[in-house]
């Protein structure tokens, strides 16, 4: 079955991101805009995936949990989990790792953790947008040895991509790239490339989906089952990018 | 040394020119941009290739006075506007950041 995907979406938690776009609008957006299958990945840390979680169960969407993770050449990387557990764990592996930059709430934005009601559960006090301590190669090793889908975020971009810092996509572990437009050859490894919406706004959900060629009842699944099933189609190049649609 | 005197003294282009005019402290130069929010000095000059509007984010939060993209990069436009905005001049150079630096640190360290 043809299913529109979007796995790269960020929450009130990023700072770049509106205070508006709780883990819970996105949901509702997701649902309302026609997407089946969506993961939330704010930087650097996993804290509003609960939230998520309960969210797409209650919209009946699909969901993956996951991390949009800043390596220390300021390249973003999507790291995506079957389970919540799995990306929380993964997100307090990286908490040691982040630059300890001046962190001023005016200038950059807040970073807030809700429940699926919209509920204020914590302030971070430490800045997510700052980069880890830890090499994008090694970045991604760690994610696919945890079992999560590694996909290179956005490679065409201009600034925090791959093409941007390292100039060129090092062989590593990914499933798959992302990225804005018709990449060029060398941005892929012969990999699939999917586009992604980035979501920072409620109007960016669901700007740049990607359809997915998933077994029948792939969507019915949670957790393991279901990344696996994406996994699988995103290897085996089963994805519609939003340039070719 | 003052912003405006940059633009004869290292021979640079004037990409965004509505700033206040005042004294540079001293210069910073990295393209990482984590690193510039870190360690560069308010009213300072960064010398850097990253010519995005991030760079221009980053030049605001810390106070720096300019911003100088060496190896004349293409400057896009949501740059040159979100300078405007923030009011931080940027400059292009035809030359490298390591000239660029070199010359800018002759400029206002030179004992």
Not at chain 1, 84 to 99: I, K, M, P, T
Request: glycine share 8%.
């Amino acid at each position: 079955m043809k299913v529109l995907a979007d796995l790269h979406n960020h929450s009130c938690l990023s700072p770049c991101a509106s205070l508006e776009l709780s883990p819970s609008l996105l949901a509702r957006l997701a649902r309302e805009r026609g997407l089946g299958l969506v993961a939330l990945t704010d930087h650097n840390s996993a804290l509003n995936c609960p939230a998520f979680e309960e969210a797409c169960r209650r919209e009946g969407l699909a969901a993956l949990f996951g991390i949009e993770a800043n390596s220390v050449e300021e390249v973003h990387v999507l790291c995506l989990f079957g389970s919540v557990a799995e990306a929380l764990d993964f997100g307090a592996s990286l908490r040691g790792l982040l630059a300890p930059l001046p962190y001023d709430p005016e200038k950059l934005g807040d970073q807030v953790v809700v429940d699926a009601d919209e509920g204020v559960l914590e302030l971070v006090d430490q800045y997510l947008g700052a980069s880890l301590g830890i090499g994008f190669g090694e970045l991604c090793e760690d994610a696919a040895a945890r079992g999560a889908i590694v996909i290179p975020a956005h490679v065409d971009r201009p600034m925090f991509s791959v093409s941007s810092q390292l100039g060129f996509l090092p062989a590593g572990p990914y499933d798959a790239v992302e990225s804005l437009r018709e990449p060029p050859p060398a941005l892929t490894l012969g990999l699939a490339a999917v586009s992604g919406s980035d979501a920072h706004y409620p109007e960016h959900v669901c700007r740049r989906p990607f359809v997915a060629e998933l077994p029948d009842g792939a969507l019915g699944e949670r957790g393991e089952p279901l990344l696996e099933a994406l996994r699988e189609a995103l290897r085996a190049g089963r994805v519609r990018p939003s340039w070719a649609a | 040394m003052r912003i405006s005197e940059l633009v004869l003294s290292l021979g640079l282009e004037v990409a965004q020119g509505g700033y206040a005019d005042r004294e540079i402290s001293t210069g910073y130069s990295s393209d990482l941009l984590s690193d510039v929010m870190a360690n560069a000095k308010a009213d300072g000059v960064l010398v850097t290739v990253q010519a995005h509007k991030n760079a221009v984010a980053v030049a605001s939060l810390v106070g720096l006075a300019a911003i100088v993209v060496c190896n004349s990069r293409p400057l896009p436009d949501d740059m040159v506007e979100a300078a405007r905005n923030e009011g931080v001049a940027v400059f292009r150079s035809s030359e490298t950041a390591f000239e660029v630096s070199g010359r800018l640190w002759a400029l206002l360290h030179r004992p």
